[in-house]
């Protein structure tokens, strides 16, 4: 398959905290990334978008930061909330065989404590 | 708007049946894809069907095929089925070919 999922990484806050996700990218001419929720028993929830000529983009308690030189992406979640409690996704839109697709991460598992 | 629709939202089939899963897209969308997620292998990219035809295919065996009508609804068979297609079964749609919005899936388990 295109995308990896074998051990999910799971990051612990607690609530209030800031939260910080990581994914690193494989495909140096991706040019757009997606950030996806995913709770349980739903479907991915797209959550922010940032394209290759930016850096940063910031959306309602949510920003994302894109290194290019590194292939690194990151969520940053703001005064983490309970219902934040999910899998995170990083996808990059690449081009693999010839043909433009979505790539996702293996995700990340964030868990909130009260 | 609606969001993406899936139908069945779960299904038991036996060795050996074949399952037809459903996807309406969000109104407008003319993309259509399916994902495969597992939890050893996580979302693995199916294919995707714009205007009626296969745009993009993933590395999955020639049992799994989709269809796309008119209306941009789509469904995706799985023939011959073997256990290891359990899985939930996602389908989102767009209408630029990049941000994709998923629908909440079909858990399909095969016994």
């Known amino acids: 398959g295109e995308s990896v999922g074998l051990h999910l990484p799971t990051l612990s806050v607690q609530e209030g905290d800031n939260s910080i996700i990581n994914c690193a990218y494989s495909?140096?001419?991706?040019?757009?990334f997606i950030w996806y929720k995913q709770e349980s028993g739903k479907g991915p929830q797209f959550i922010i978008d940032?394209?290759?000529?930016?850096d940063k983009r910031q959306g309602q308690r949510v920003t994302v930061l894109l290194n290019k030189t590194v292939k690194h992406l990151s969520l940053q979640i703001a005064a983490t909330q309970p219902g934040d409690s999910a899998v995170y996704f990083c996808?990059?839109?690449?081009?693999?065989?010839?043909?433009?697709?979505?790539?996702f991460g293996q995700g990340t598992r964030l868990t909130i404590n009260p | 708007k609606a969001g993406v629709t899936q139908t069945p939202r779960y299904l038991i089939k036996t060795r050996g049946q074949q399952v037809t899963l459903s996807c309406s897209p969000i109104?407008?969308?003319?993309?259509v894809s399916w994902y495969q997620q597992t939890p050893g292998q996580g979302l693995q990219f199916l294919f995707e069907?714009?205007?009626?035809?296969?745009?993009n295919k993933g590395n999955f065996p020639g049992r799994f095929s989709g269809r796309q009508f008119s209306n941009s609804r789509s469904e995706m068979n799985v023939s011959t089925l073997e256990l290891g297609d359990s899985a939930l079964y996602l389908c989102?749609?767009?209408?630029?070919?990049?941000?994709?919005?998923f629908g909440p899936g079909t858990r399909l388990l095969v016994l």
């Open positions: 109104s407008g969308h003319r993309s």
């Open positions: 069907y714009f205007s009626e035809t296969q745009r």
């Open positions: 940032i394209r290759s000529n930016m």
């Open positions: 989102a749609s767009s209408s630029n070919q990049e941000t994709q919005y």
């Open positions: 996808a990059e839109m690449g081009v693999i065989q010839g043909a433009q697709k979505l790539v």
């Open positions: 495909n140096s001419a991706s040019d757009y």
